[in-house]
């Protein structure tokens, strides 16, 4: 499996990204999808988590009304659309994908998640 993760840049505040995640060996049917970050000095945290079964999204609350978790099938990719962007939002964004359809705060527990992609930097200016 690999998950290949890219549409990270530099935005100033209020501005938008899409950042995808195309997987490979993983089929978007079944499991959890799910991206991350990490910001300098701080531990990786969950910010939005899709079950492939069911088709539910979910988002942790700084990010609610402002990012949108998508898939498309037959691409194989989830998308994490960022709109009204903070500096806050900065940190390396990594997806993640699990076998198990995850259910509530285990979504959003990295040790959950049986494979990573490598990261994407945002960095959001002031």
């Known amino acids: 499996v690999q998950l290949q993760a890219s549409g990270g840049g530099s935005v100033e505040t209020g501005g938008s990204l899409r950042l995808s995640c195309a997987a490979s060996?993983?089929?978007?049917?079944?499991?959890?999808m799910a991206w991350f970050r990490q910001a300098p000095g701080k531990e990786r945290e969950a910010v939005s988590c899709?079950?492939?079964?069911?088709?539910?999204?979910y988002y942790v609350e700084s990010v609610k009304g402002r990012f949108t978790i998508s898939r498309d099938n037959a691409k194989n990719t989830v998308y994490l659309q960022m709109n009204s962007l903070k500096p806050e939002d900065t940190a390396k964004y990594y997806c993640?994908?699990?076998?198990?359809?995850?259910?509530?705060?285990?979504?959003?527990?990295?040790?959950?998640?049986?494979?990573w992609g490598q990261g994407t930097l945002v960095t959001v200016s002031s």
């Open positions: 060996g993983f089929t978007l049917n079944s499991g959890s």
């Open positions: 993640a994908a699990s076998r198990r359809n995850l259910i509530t705060s285990s979504r959003y527990v990295t040790t959950n998640y049986d494979y």
């Open positions: 899709i079950r492939l079964d069911i088709g539910r999204s």
